[in-house]
Nanobody, 120 residues
Framework: QVQLVESGGGLVQPGGSLRLSCAAS????????MGWYRQAPGKERELVAT???????NYADSVKGRFAISRDNGKNTGYLQMNSLTPEDTAVYYC??????????????WGQGTQVTVSS
């Protein structure tokens, strides 16, 4: 079994910063793709950022230049550094990883979600 545990969400003022973490644990052989998604009230879940196993990154236009995705392969952990936050960034943020288990089977896993609220 594999679990993803997110942390780092909270309430922040406009212009502030937060760093989200997503730690994977369990029977892990390798982690390929990592991504962060978000879902605001009344809206569909949208892709925020992705990072491949080789470190290539991709960002939604709305967060380019403000957010940075990274990963620590030794810790099986992904991060999302969020700067210059605006109220439009308010959402539940979910991490996603494609993980190959020690049985060599691969599949998608999702974190439980962490609330980010940007408000004065």
């Amino acid at each position: 079994q594999v679990q993803l545990v997110e942390s780092g969400g909270g309430l922040v003022q406009p212009g502030g910063s937060l760093r989200l973490s997503c730690a994977a644990s369990g029977s892990i052989f390798s982690i390929n793709f990592m991504g962060w998604y978000r879902q605001a009230p009344g809206k569909e879940r949208e892709l925020v950022a992705t990072i491949t196993s080789s470190g290539s990154t991709n960002y939604a236009d709305s967060v380019k230049g403000r957010f940075a995705i990274s990963r620590d392969n030794g810790k099986n952990t992904g991060y999302l550094q969020m700067n210059s936050l605006t109220p439009e960034d308010t959402a539940v943020y979910y991490c996603n990883m494609w993980i190959r288990g020690r049985d060599y089977r691969g599949r998608d896993y999702w974190g439980q979600g962490t609330q980010v609220t940007v408000s004065s």
